[in-house]
């Protein structure tokens, strides 16, 4: 069965220090993941997705197929990232339905 | 582009009632797919289409809800009786091939109130 865990619903962070949301998954395949992100007042957005390899908005996540981890970090924190941050997975290429986490609300304090 | 576009924004509805959601996907994408959120956990998907074809409704309560998509590309998702517990916001995404990706677009959602 395809899962995906974000131990911490809410985590509250200082401007300028590290953060670190953590995701945890469970597939017997080749699985995508994904960080999506809901910023106040707006729509569900894709961040970043694994294959990428890429930084967004400071942004990176490395996926760890030992551990089924794929954590979501940036070295500092910035206000504009208070958002409400989801860890998803698919079942590989092509068009195919997201699993999502529960959540993680991250606040960033000035 | 023109996002994903749902409409009505908002809905309260008595147990009982029934009640309809549309969607209108990104031009051209083919797959359309409708999530429920019920407060403080992710989206769940409802259904999935590929064109106008069903491609997974395995977790669609099939005695309650039904959806269509009938040519393609604007779909309706209907609850017919509401129960309390369908008290959620309910997407609407869309994906169309981009090279190797197939990003999900989503939509503003719909938010369910019952009573």
């Known amino acids: 069965a395809q899962r995906v865990t974000q131990p911490e619903k809410l985590l509250s962070v200082f401007k300028g220090a590290p953060v670190e949301l953590k995701c945890n998954y469970s597939?017997?395949?080749?699985?995508?993941l994904f960080w999506y992100v809901q910023y106040s007042r707006q729509r569900l957005q894709l961040l970043l997705r694994?294959?990428s390899r890429e930084s967004i908005k400071g942004f990176t996540a490395d996926l760890n197929k030992g551990e089924t981890s794929f954590h979501l970090k940036k070295p500092f924190a910035q206000e504009e990232d208070s958002a409400m941050y989801y860890c998803?997975?698919?079942?590989?290429?092509?068009?195919?339905?997201?699993?999502f986490g529960q959540g993680t609300r991250l606040t960033i304090n000035p | 582009e023109a996002g994903v576009a749902q409409s009505p924004r908002y809905k309260i509805i008595e147990k009982r009632q029934s009640v309809a959601f549309w969607c209108n996907p990104i031009?051209?994408?083919?797959?359309l797919y409708w999530y429920q959120q019920i407060l403080g956990q992710g989206p769940k998907l409802l259904i999935q289409f590929q064109n106008n074809g069903v491609v997974d409704d395995s977790q669609l309560p099939k005695d309650r809800f039904s959806a269509e998509r009938l040519k393609g590309v604007d779909s309706t998702l209907k609850i017919q009786p509401a129960k309390l517990e369908d008290s959620a916001v309910y997407l609407c995404?869309?994906?169309?091939?981009?090279?190797?990706?197939?990003?999900?677009?989503f939509g503003p959602g719909t938010r369910l109130t019952v009573t």
């Open positions: 694994h294959i």
């Open positions: 998803a997975l698919s079942g590989g290429q092509g068009a195919q339905k997201l699993v």
């Open positions: 995404a869309s994906s169309g091939q981009d090279g190797q990706s197939y990003e999900q677009y």
């Open positions: 597939y017997s395949g080749s699985p995508e």
């Open positions: 031009s051209g994408h083919a797959t």
